[in-house]
């Protein structure tokens, strides 16, 4: 069974930086697909960067150029770098697992996905 434990949320002010860590637990084949998520006061959750074993990865619009999701050799370790943050950022992140989907469709609103973690939160001040 995989399981996903997401660390590393805080406060910093805007423009500063966080690097959020996942760890990976089970037997993560390379049909996984890895994301991170976020839940925005008063929006739906939605998608912010995934990656595939192949290294392919995808960004929402919002965080292109700013955040950078990574992962270990053995997909034990997921990252999520964030830099020149905003106060928009502020929300609750999600380490996500799932076994089907891919990069292009992951991020789908109506996608049901496998694994949540239980989320950290990140609050970025003016």
């Known amino acids: 069974q995989v399981k996903v434990v997401e660390s590393g949320g805080g406060s910093v002010q805007a423009g500063g930086s966080l690097r959020l860590s996942c760890m990976v637990s089970g037997p993560i084949s390379e049909t996984y697909c890895l994301g991170w998520f976020r839940q925005v006061e008063g929006k739906r959750r939605e998608g912010v960067a995934v990656i595939d074993a192949w290294e392919r990865t995808r960004y929402a619009d919002s965080v292109k150029g700013r955040f950078t999701i990574s992962q270990d050799n053995n997909r034990n370790r997921l990252y999520l770098q964030m830099d020149n943050l905003k106060p928009e950022d502020t929300g609750t992140y999600y380490c996500?697992?799932?076994?089907?989907?891919?990069?292009?469709?992951?991020?789908?609103?109506?996608?049901?996905?496998?694994?949540w973690g239980q989320g950290t939160l990140v609050t970025v001040s003016p």
């Open positions: 996500v697992a799932d076994r089907v989907a891919t990069i292009g469709t992951m991020m789908d609103p109506a996608r049901v996905l496998d694994v």
